[in-house]
Every structure is written in C-alpha cells, then in structure tokens.
C-alpha cells in the first residue's frame, strides 16, 4: 500500500468517525491510517490456556477459564448497586461482579450454562472475584476463529470510557488490514532483509497485530524492533557524519603559550592517563576544522575541572575566548575561585557573572568581553543573556549539562556565525549503549580512572532508630578536625513538608551540637543566593563544622576536609543521585564515610538502592542498576523523557538489537553518506518520509 494512502486521516476510517478520531488523536496521537499500524499491543494474551479456580494466583494476570453461574444477586451498598454471580468449575467457586450495565446482564445472562469467561481476578474477602469478565457462550467461543494471542494495545482511561475498549481497537485494526489488504511498503532494503533474516513489512505488521503463532510474533516483533532502532541510529549518525562535513569550526592549529606554560609551570599534580587521553582527543577535535561537540563523561571527583581549564586555555592560546557554564551559583563561584587559583600569576584574565553581579561590575564585564580583555568567562545562565557579547568567543564549557536543557545548549551555539567549540561535562555516569543513542550527535569522552590516592568511601545503611550512634560517630570525625555533611531530600510537590523535616533535623542537631564548639552551616532552597553562598562560603573556609542543606549541594561542590556524608530519608532519593551526593567526601587523603539513613519501612526498590550504594563505588555499575530500576526515561530527567517515546523498543532489553542496528546504520552511511546507491533507495525513502511526517526523534538541536 503506498505510503500517502497510510495518511489519510483516520477519521475516514471505517468504524472510526470524527468523536472517536478526536479522541484517538487526543489520547494516543494517532491522526492517520499510518498512526493507527504503528499501535503496537504491549504485551499479548495467551488464550491457548484455561484456568481452573483452584489454581487461580493473587496475582495480576490476566486468566480464562470455563464454568457456569449457578446463581445471581444484585446488592445494595451505601455506593451503588452491584450484580454478583456465582461463577464454578469442576474445581470450586468464584465471583463474577459489575457495576455498570448491571439490567443487560441480569437479562441476558444464562444461568447453568457453559461459559469462556476471561478477565483479572482480585483476591476479595476470601474469595476470588472477577471484576466485569469478558463472556462468551462455550458453544460459540468453539465455533469462533481462535486467536491463539491476544494483543492488548496501549489505552487510557479516557479512551475505554469513550468506548475505545481493546476489543474495538482490534476491530479497527482488522478493518485497516481489509481496506489496506494487508499490503504495505517494503522500508528496508533486500541486503539487510537478506543478511539479517527479516520478515517483509506487510508480513511483519500482521504477525504483530495479528500473531499466527509465538514464532511468528518473535520474528514480527525482531524485524520492527530493529527498524525502528535502524532509523534512529541513522539518523543520530548520519546528524554526527554530517556536522562534521558541514559546520564549520574554529581551527585551533598551536598549542600556544598559555597552555605551555600551564603544563609545565603550573599544574598541581599529574594527569591520570585518563586525563591525558582525554585531552588528546579533545586537541584532535580542535585541530580538526569542524566544530567540536564533545560530552566529556566522568565520575565525581574524577578530575574533569582540570580537562576543561586546559581546553580553554588551547583557546586562549589560539587567540579566543572561553566561557564556562554552571548550572547554579554556588557551582560557578567554586569554578571561578578554583581557576583564579589556577591561573594565579598567568596573564590570562577571568570574570564571573551571576545573577547577583551588581549593574555596574556586570557592565564591565560586557565591555571587556567585546573589547577581548577577558579571556575567561565563568557564570550561570546569566552568560546566555542577550547582553553577553565575546569579541570571538572559541570554545563554551557546560558542566553538568543534565541541568541545561537542549534549547539553552543550542543558544549558546547561536551566538556567532562560526558556533564555538563544545565541551559538555557531566558527572553522571549514562551507560555507553544509552549515551549512544541519547547522545549519537555527539563524541563521547570518557575519564575512567580517579586521581591516584583516592580512598574508596566506606558506605553504611543505618536505621533512624540508631542516630545516637550516628551522633556519636559525626562527634569524633569532627574532634579529628573533619567537616560533615546532613543532606535532606526536597522534592517539589512536597516542598513545605520537606522543608520542615530540614529545619527539624537542623533543630535537633543545633541541640547536640551547641556553640560555640560547634559551628552548623545551613542552605536550602528558600534562601536567598547571598545568603547560601555566605553559608556555603563558612563550610568551605571551614569555620562552620556540619553543613546541613537540601540537595543545593549534590552537584560539583569541593569540601576536601569533608569526610562524612549523612543522607536523610535516604529511601527518597534516586541512585544517581546518592551517588552524586556521596561523591561530595572522598576528596581529601582522609578515610571517608557515607552513612544512608532511613525509616524501617521499605520498598524492595529502595532496598536494592541502599544494598547497591553499600556495595558499591562504581558510578556505571550503579548507572546500570538504575536504569533497570527505572527504566531510561526517568535516567534522563523530565526533560529529555519523552526523548526514549520508542514505539516498540526497548533501549535496555534489546540491548542487542539496538547494537545491530547501529552496526548496519553505520557501515551503511559509511559507505554511502547520501544513500545514494540503488540498494539504499528503500532507506533514503524511508527515512525521508519519517523527517517529513516527523515519526522520527526530533528532539536533537
Ligand atoms: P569532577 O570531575 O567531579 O569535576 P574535579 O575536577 O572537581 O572533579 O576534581 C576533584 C578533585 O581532584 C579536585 O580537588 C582536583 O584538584 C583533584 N584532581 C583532579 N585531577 C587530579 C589528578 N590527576 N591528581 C590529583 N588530584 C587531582
Ligand atoms: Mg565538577
């Protein structure tokens, strides 16, 4: 079937008419004849199987089992009214109940007669019960086509009430594959269905709408899986080939003497190979003539400050500027002083711009950015004001570039006619496969390797009920001369809550640790910018001993004499992010503590974080357990959610696949950029189709 017929509007479908198309469009976004072959089943039924009540699970799976109703009753309740019947087999007795359409059942319903019922038992009472069961009459279900799986699609609570149930989207689909015979354009080409073994689309779209059997619906779901992967990865390469072809970048040819110099003279302690690998592949980027776009990936405390400064010195040295961009004021301060300290003595001049810089210093900042004084650029979002002009910006560093959408990435981008190179740092460790598809229109750097003399951070779950101890413990560290962190979650939705349980927490430990032998740091949320960097400022001087914030510190902050960690509610936090906070100790020579606290009640979910937090240190292995506690959509942050929408894929079980694809894609485009090759046609139609009815992601800036 040619692909302008599978977009007509779904409205013209038979079965479908305007309501029922405004509401498959509002719930589902399906618009056309095209949509509507993409709603693939989540999972299928196996209907082969019939159940007797007494081997029914408390469980939530769907059963079928075959029995009569022996008796019916109606029964009235402060709520409403509903209809019980008496449902048994050979084995025992159950329940079947509704609520609504309670007459047309009373009146149709056979008593004593055999019935396929099908539906989700619940556990009710002692007793098994069946909220409104499908029911077919024995004799006809018999006579009936037998679909050996039942595919159950995606719905909404919306759609089912609109009377969209699965039995109707079912309908809809066989009244597709009627009006379309079932025919459908071939979107791969001969080699790649030859060398992989593919079954054809048309065979593939009925087989996974309509299973023949189990092997089919393997092979349907292998051959659409791997399209839908092939594409993407075709286009994240193909975006990655082409960028390079095309835009144009800065060509950093020396070295230069602000490097030289640093290098040589200046540099506080060796490179990690991992760091000097970077840097290399970082020069080769900058001498390359195409624009850099580089993610740097490493662990916290990994040392990626010191590969940054060194880049933008490149920059320096080849006659540009560079800008350095944190995602919250107190970040940005601690870059600033730290390159100041760097850089003392060197002729390289460095300015910082935040929120609060008075009018009058932030003029000059302006002025000295376009007349090319300042060389170095450090800030927070401030540096994307339109205001914020460089005389010849070269390069922009993003660290922590979780916190920055793609939109504020691609404006910085927008501010020259040839874009500054990129270097986005990230301390989050994404799992290479995702990185790859989240991120193909980038180059990824990976520091694998912590400074040397690094102590691993002793990590222990202890409950609320024993924070005496804990007291005690943060006593002695602090009569060593050690600084503590008390971190409290805050989430939005429960901010007020939250931010009670803080100031309760920093109550109790004022009480037990009284001036003036000690000295508390406090920084959340509510206050103003001032006032946590004035608090921040004490903790880092070390005037104050115990810094008690919200999660304002999980990201980039440098306390070397802070040794222990103590997270609070630590059940609430994401595996990521306690890493991040654990990465805050462990920067000094001292031994360094994490300690999770929490309540005795917890989910198996928070229980794995806690056991993978205490067993280990690695922030992939712990990116992996996250990701399959989590699923890759919530990994990535509400921003980039929607990103991993995939239609039939799953990044994390067809890990495989996903690589198969990328493979192909690959040694495609590489053989032939523009698909231009008759045995690509297939594909350069394909995807120009997608691009053009936007069925493909198009979130990459
Ligand atoms: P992150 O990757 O988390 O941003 P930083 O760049 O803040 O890590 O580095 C963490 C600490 O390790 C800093 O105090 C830094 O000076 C130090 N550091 C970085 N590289 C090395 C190295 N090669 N040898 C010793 N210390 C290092
Ligand atoms: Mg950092």
Redesign the pocket.
């Given at each position: 079937m040619n692909a302008n017929y599978l977009q007509t509007p779904i409205a013209y479908l038979k079965g479908v008419g305007p309501n029922r198309a405004e509401t498959l469009q509002s719930e589902l976004g399906i618009g056309t004849y095209q949509d509507l072959i993409n709603l693939f089943p989540n999972r299928y039924l196996d209907k082969t199987h019939y159940y007797k009540i007494r081997e029914l699970q408390r469980s939530s799976a769907e059963v079928q089992l075959v029995g009569k109703i022996i008796h019916i009753k109606t029964i009235e309740q402060k709520k409403g009214k509903r209809l019980v019947a008496t449902f048994t087999d050979d084995s025992g007795e159950m329940e079947l109940v509704w609520f609504r359409g309670q007459k047309w059942i009373r009146e149709n319903l056979k008593l004593n007669t055999p019935y396929v019922i099908f539906g989700k038992c619940n556990w009710y009472s002692g007793k098994f019960s069946m909220p409104h069961p499908e029911m077919e009459l024995l004799a006809t279900h018999e006579k009936g086509l037998k679909i050996a799986m039942q595919p159950i699609y995606p719905s909404t609570e919306k759609l089912a009430a609109k009377g969209i149930t699965n039995r109707v989207t079912n309908k809809l689909m066989q009244q597709l594959f009627i009006e379309t015979k079932g025919q459908f354009t071939e979107t791969l080409s001969p080699s790649l269905l030859h060398e992989l073994k593919l079954i054809s689309k048309s065979e593939a779209l009925f087989n996974i709408h309509f299973p023949k059997n189990q092997e089919l619906l393997a092979k349907a779901q292998f051959r659409l899986k791997f399209e839908e992967l092939f594409y993407i990865q075709l286009q994240l390469i193909s975006k990655n080939l082409s960028h390079k072809q095309k835009i144009k970048g800065y060509n950093f040819d020396q070295i230069g003497e602000p490097f030289n110099d640093f290098y040589s003279n200046r540099l506080?302690?060796?490179?990690?190979g991992a760091?000097k690998r970077v840097i290399k592949e970082i020069r080769a980027d900058l001498g390359s003539n195409a624009q850099m776009n580089r993610l740097l990936q490493?662990?916290?405390?990994?040392?990626?400050?010191?590969?940054a400064l060194m880049t933008m010195l490149l920059a320096i040295g080849n006659g540009f500027q560079a800008c350095l961009m944190a995602p919250t004021e107190i970040l940005a301060n601690q870059h600033f002083n730290?390159i100041k300290e760097l850089l003392e003595g060197m002729n390289v001049n460095c300015a910082l711009l935040t929120g609060s810089v008075k009018k009058s210093a932030r003029r000059l900042i302006h002025e000295q950015l376009e007349n090319g004084e300042l060389h170095i650029l450090v800030g927070t979002h401030a540096l994307l004001e339109d205001k914020v002009q460089y005389k010849n910006l070269g390069l922009a560093v993003v660290?922590e570039q979780h916190r920055f959408g793609v939109a504020q990435r691609s404006k910085l981008w927008h501010k020259n006619e040839i874009p500054p190179h990129i270097l986005i740092?990230t301390?989050t460790p994404i799992p290479r496969t995702l990185a790859m598809s989240l991120y193909g229109d980038l180059d990824i750097s990976v520091?694998d390797e912590l400074?040397?003399?690094r102590k691993s951070i002793k990590t222990v779950h202890r409950f609320d009920s024993n924070r005496l101890k804990v007291f005690g413990f943060i006593r002695d560290e602090i009569n060593k001369g050690r600084q503590i962190y008390v971190v409290y979650p805050l989430i939005q939705e429960s901010e007020a809550l939250d931010y009670k349980d803080l100031m309760d927490g920093y109550e109790s430990i004022v009480r037990d640790f009284p001036q003036p032998n000690y000295q508390i740091s406090i920084v959340h949320g509510q206050m103003k910018p001032a006032d946590k960097d004035y608090e921040m400022e004490r903790f880092v001087k070390g005037e104050t001993q115990i810094m008690v914030a919200t999660t304002v510190i999980e990201v980039?902050v440098?306390v070397?004499n802070a040794s222990v960690m103590i997270i609070e509610s630590a059940e609430r936090f994401g595996l990521s992010q306690l890493h991040q906070l654990r990465?805050r100790v462990g920067?000094g020579a001292e031994q360094s503590y994490c300690i999770l606290m929490t309540g005795h009640k917890l989910s198996s979910d928070a229980k794995t974080r806690l056991e993978t937090m205490v067993r280990t240190g690695d922030g992939f292995e712990i990116a992996d357990v996250d990701l399959k506690l989590r699923g890759p959509g919530d990994l990535m942050g509400t921003q980039q959610s929607g990103v991993l929408n995939l239609k039939i894929a799953d990044i994390i079980k067809d890990n495989d696949i996903l690589h198969t694809a990328r493979h192909h894609a690959l040694q495609i485009l590489k053989a032939d950029p523009s698909l231009e090759k008759p045995e690509n046609l297939v594909i350069r139609h394909t995807y120009a189709q997608l691009v053009k009815h936007k069925n493909i992601w198009t979130y990459i800036s």
């Amino acid at each position: 079937m040619n692909a302008n017929y599978l977009q007509t509007p779904i409205a013209y479908l038979k079965g479908v008419g305007p309501n029922r198309a405004e509401t498959l469009q509002s719930e589902l976004g399906i618009g056309t004849y095209q949509d509507l072959i993409n709603l693939f089943p989540n999972r299928y039924l196996d209907k082969t199987h019939y159940y007797k009540i007494r081997e029914l699970q408390r469980s939530s799976a769907e059963v079928q089992l075959v029995g009569k109703i022996i008796h019916i009753k109606t029964i009235e309740q402060k709520k409403g009214k509903r209809l019980v019947a008496t449902f048994t087999d050979d084995s025992g007795e159950m329940e079947l109940v509704w609520f609504r359409g309670q007459k047309w059942i009373r009146e149709n319903l056979k008593l004593n007669t055999p019935y396929v019922i099908f539906g989700k038992c619940n556990w009710y009472s002692g007793k098994f019960s069946m909220p409104h069961p499908e029911m077919e009459l024995l004799a006809t279900h018999e006579k009936g086509l037998k679909i050996a799986m039942q595919p159950i699609y995606p719905s909404t609570e919306k759609l089912a009430a609109k009377g969209i149930t699965n039995r109707v989207t079912n309908k809809l689909m066989q009244q597709l594959f009627i009006e379309t015979k079932g025919q459908f354009t071939e979107t791969l080409s001969p080699s790649l269905l030859h060398e992989l073994k593919l079954i054809s689309k048309s065979e593939a779209l009925f087989n996974i709408h309509f299973p023949k059997n189990q092997e089919l619906l393997a092979k349907a779901q292998f051959r659409l899986k791997f399209e839908e992967l092939f594409y993407i990865q075709l286009q994240l390469i193909s975006k990655n080939l082409s960028h390079k072809q095309k835009i144009k970048g800065y060509n950093f040819d020396q070295i230069g003497e602000p490097f030289n110099d640093f290098y040589s003279n200046r540099l506080p302690f060796d490179l990690t190979g991992a760091q000097k690998r970077v840097i290399k592949e970082i020069r080769a980027d900058l001498g390359s003539n195409a624009q850099m776009n580089r993610l740097l990936q490493g662990d916290v405390g990994s040392g990626k400050t010191i590969v940054a400064l060194m880049t933008m010195l490149l920059a320096i040295g080849n006659g540009f500027q560079a800008c350095l961009m944190a995602p919250t004021e107190i970040l940005a301060n601690q870059h600033f002083n730290g390159i100041k300290e760097l850089l003392e003595g060197m002729n390289v001049n460095c300015a910082l711009l935040t929120g609060s810089v008075k009018k009058s210093a932030r003029r000059l900042i302006h002025e000295q950015l376009e007349n090319g004084e300042l060389h170095i650029l450090v800030g927070t979002h401030a540096l994307l004001e339109d205001k914020v002009q460089y005389k010849n910006l070269g390069l922009a560093v993003v660290d922590e570039q979780h916190r920055f959408g793609v939109a504020q990435r691609s404006k910085l981008w927008h501010k020259n006619e040839i874009p500054p190179h990129i270097l986005i740092m990230t301390a989050t460790p994404i799992p290479r496969t995702l990185a790859m598809s989240l991120y193909g229109d980038l180059d990824i750097s990976v520091i694998d390797e912590l400074p040397p003399g690094r102590k691993s951070i002793k990590t222990v779950h202890r409950f609320d009920s024993n924070r005496l101890k804990v007291f005690g413990f943060i006593r002695d560290e602090i009569n060593k001369g050690r600084q503590i962190y008390v971190v409290y979650p805050l989430i939005q939705e429960s901010e007020a809550l939250d931010y009670k349980d803080l100031m309760d927490g920093y109550e109790s430990i004022v009480r037990d640790f009284p001036q003036p032998n000690y000295q508390i740091s406090i920084v959340h949320g509510q206050m103003k910018p001032a006032d946590k960097d004035y608090e921040m400022e004490r903790f880092v001087k070390g005037e104050t001993q115990i810094m008690v914030a919200t999660t304002v510190i999980e990201v980039g902050v440098n306390v070397p004499n802070a040794s222990v960690m103590i997270i609070e509610s630590a059940e609430r936090f994401g595996l990521s992010q306690l890493h991040q906070l654990r990465g805050r100790v462990g920067r000094g020579a001292e031994q360094s503590y994490c300690i999770l606290m929490t309540g005795h009640k917890l989910s198996s979910d928070a229980k794995t974080r806690l056991e993978t937090m205490v067993r280990t240190g690695d922030g992939f292995e712990i990116a992996d357990v996250d990701l399959k506690l989590r699923g890759p959509g919530d990994l990535m942050g509400t921003q980039q959610s929607g990103v991993l929408n995939l239609k039939i894929a799953d990044i994390i079980k067809d890990n495989d696949i996903l690589h198969t694809a990328r493979h192909h894609a690959l040694q495609i485009l590489k053989a032939d950029p523009s698909l231009e090759k008759p045995e690509n046609l297939v594909i350069r139609h394909t995807y120009a189709q997608l691009v053009k009815h936007k069925n493909i992601w198009t979130y990459i800036s």
